[in-house]
C-alpha cells in the first residue's frame, strides 16, 4: 500500500483495534474471524466444487450467473476474472427476470447462498421455463429444493455464514462449473498461489499485526469519518473495487462509492474542478496492479493531480502474486480487512444488515416468490 500522508490516529480510536477483547465486544458474532479464515475456506470450497460432476449440455452458447449481494459478488469476480478466455459470452445478472438471449443453449447459474433470496428464485424459474440448463449453488431453502425435485446440478455450501463473508464458497464452486462446461482452463494451480498469498496476507493485515506495521487497519483509519472512493483500473479491479464498497457498506455501515477507469475520465472527474466542502471529505483507494497499461498509469496520475486539491488524500493498494486469480483475492482480501477494522472504529457489529432484514420483512407481506 502507497499512503500519501501520514496516518493519523482519529481520537486515539485506533487502540481499540489493537485490542483483543475490545474487537470481540465490538464483533460479537466474528465477522473478523471469518475474514482471516478465508484462505481454508477457498480450500475447502474447492473440495466441494471438485466433487460434484454436473452433467451439461455439450453445445453451450452462453452463460447467465444469478445473484444479488454477497452471493453475487463471486459471479462478478469469476466473471471479470475468465471472460477475455472464455468461449462463449458470460453474464451476472441481479434482476427478477432473465434476458431474452436465455434458452435451450444458455448455462444458468442461480447462486443464492440461502436459497430463498427473492429475486434469485424468479429469475432461476424463469430460465427453467425458457428450457436453460440450470446448475444451483447453495447452503439449502427453495432453490435446493428446486434443484434436488428438478434434478439439476447442485453445490451444496456449508451454511452459517453472512454470504458476503462466504466468498470462496460464492467464487469457486462458479470455476469449477465453467471448467466442468469446458469454457474455461483448469484454475487449480492459480487458486493454491492464491491460497498461499492470502496466508502471507494476513500475517501483515491480520488482528494480532499491530496498527503501526498493519496496513489495512492504517488505511481504517483515514477512512474514518470519511467518504470511502475506491477506484478500479478496469477488469477485474474494477471487479473488486465493487466489492470494496460492498464491504464497507454492510461492515462499517459506511457509505462508499467506486468507478472504474477509463471510463470515469469520460464524466466523474469533471466533478472534482471545484473543490467544495462536500468533496474534502472523500477519500480515495485506488487499486494497482502491474499489469495496468501505461495510458492507465498515466490516467491515474493525472486524475490524482486533478482531485488532490478537492479531497482529503489518496492511497493505493498493489495486488500481489503472479496469476490473475491471485492477484484479484489479494486486492479483496485487503478491502474485506480494512472494512472490518472500520466497522470496529464507527463502534458498529460488523455482522447484522437491519435495513436489509428489515426490507425483506416489508417485502414478505406480498407474499412469496416460489
Same mark, same amino acid.
Given at each position: 500500500?502507497?499512503? $500519501? ?32 479464515? *478465508? ?27 444469478? %445473484? @444479488?449481494?454477497?452471493?453475487?459478488? %463471486? ?7 475468465? /471472460? ?38 424468479? =429469475? #432461476?424459474?424463469?430460465?427453467? /421455463?425458457?428450457? =436453460?440448463?440450470?446448475?444451483? +449453488? ?17 453445490? &451444496? ?6 454470504? &458476503? ?27 493454491? $498461489? ?6 502471507? @496476507?494476513?500475517?501483515?493485515? %491480520?488482528?494480532?499485526?499491530? +496498527? ?19 477506484? %478500479? ?18 461492515? =462499517?455501515?459506511?457509505?462508499?462509492? #467506486?468507478?472504474?477507469?477509463?471510463? *470515469? ?17 472523500? $477519500? *480515495?483507494? +485506488? ?10 498509469? &498515466?490516467?491515474?496520475? +493525472?486524475?490524482?493531480?486533478? @482531485?488532490?486539491?478537492?479531497? =482529503? ?6 495486488? &500481489?502474486? $503472479?496469476? /490473475? ?19 470496529? *472504529? ?25
Amino acid at each position: 500500500m502507497k499512503g $500519501e500522508k501520514t496516518m493519523v490516529d482519529p481520537a486515539g480510536k485506533t487502540a481499540v483495534l489493537d485490542d483483543a477483547e475490545a474487537r470481540a465486544a465490538r464483533d460479537p458474532r466474528g465477522m473478523l474471524r471469518r475474514v482471516v479464515d *478465508l484462505p481454508e475456506q477457498l480450500q475447502e470450497a474447492a473440495a466441494i466444487g471438485a466433487a460434484v460432476q454436473p452433467k451439461l449440455p455439450q453445445e453451450i452458447k452462453h452463460v447467465l450467473i444469478l %445473484g @444479488m449481494g454477497g452471493s453475487a459478488i %463471486g459471479g462478478d469476480l469469476v466473471k471479470a476474472l475468465v /471472460e477475455a478466455e472464455c468461449r462463449v459470452p458470460i453474464a451476472v445478472s441481479r434482476e427478477y427476470d432473465v434476458p431474452a438471449f436465455v434458452g435451450p443453449h444458455t448455462l444458468v447459474i442461480a447462486s443464492s447462498y440461502s436459497g430463498n433470496t427473492e429475486e434469485t428464485l424468479s =429469475a #432461476c424459474r424463469a430460465a427453467a /421455463e425458457r428450457g =436453460a440448463a440450470v446448475a444451483a +449453488v447453495t447452503t439449502g431453502g427453495v432453490l435446493a429444493e428446486w434443484a434436488s425435485a428438478k434434478g439439476w446440478p447442485l453445490v &451444496r455450501l456449508p451454511q452459517g455464514l453472512a454470504p &458476503r463473508a462466504a466468498l470462496g464458497y460464492s467464487f469457486v464452486p462458479l470455476l469449477k462449473i465453467l471448467e466442468a462446461a469446458g469454457i474455461v482452463s483448469p484454475k487449480d494451480g492459480q487458486l493454491q $498461489e492464491a491460497v498461499g498469498v492470502l496466508k502471507a @496476507m494476513r500475517d501483515e493485515l %491480520g488482528p494480532d499485526a499491530p +496498527v503501526q506495521s498493519n496496513a489495512a487497519k492504517q488505511l481504517a483509519a483515514r477512512l474514518f469519518g470519511k467518504l470511502p472512493l475506491v477506484y %478500479g483500473t478496469g477488469g477485474w479491479r474494477s471487479a473488486a473495487a465493487y466489492r470494496w464498497k460492498c464491504q464497507i457498506n454492510e461492515n =462499517a455501515k459506511a457509505p462508499a462509492w #467506486c468507478n472504474t477507469f477509463p471510463e *470515469l475520465n469520460h464524466n466523474e472527474t469533471v466533478g472534482w474542478e471545484v473543490p467544495q466542502a462536500v468533496t474534502g471529505l472523500v $477519500e *480515495l483507494v +485506488v487499486l494497482r496492479d502491474r499489469a495496468d497499461s501505461p495510458r492507465i498509469n &498515466r490516467r491515474i496520475e +493525472v486524475t490524482v493531480d486533478i @482531485m488532490r486539491p478537492a479531497i =482529503a488524500g489518496v492511497t493505493e493498494v498493489w495486488s &500481489r502474486g $503472479e496469476s /490473475e486469480l491471485a492477484r484479484l483475492l489479494s486486492l479483496t482480501y485487503f478491502g474485506d480487512f480494512t472494512s472490518v477494522y472500520l466497522a470496529l *472504529l464507527n463502534g458498529v457489529d460488523p455482522t447484522p444488515v437491519r435495513v436489509i432484514d428489515r426490507l425483506k420483512a416489508e417485502l414478505a407481506t406480498l407474499g412469496p416468490i416460489a
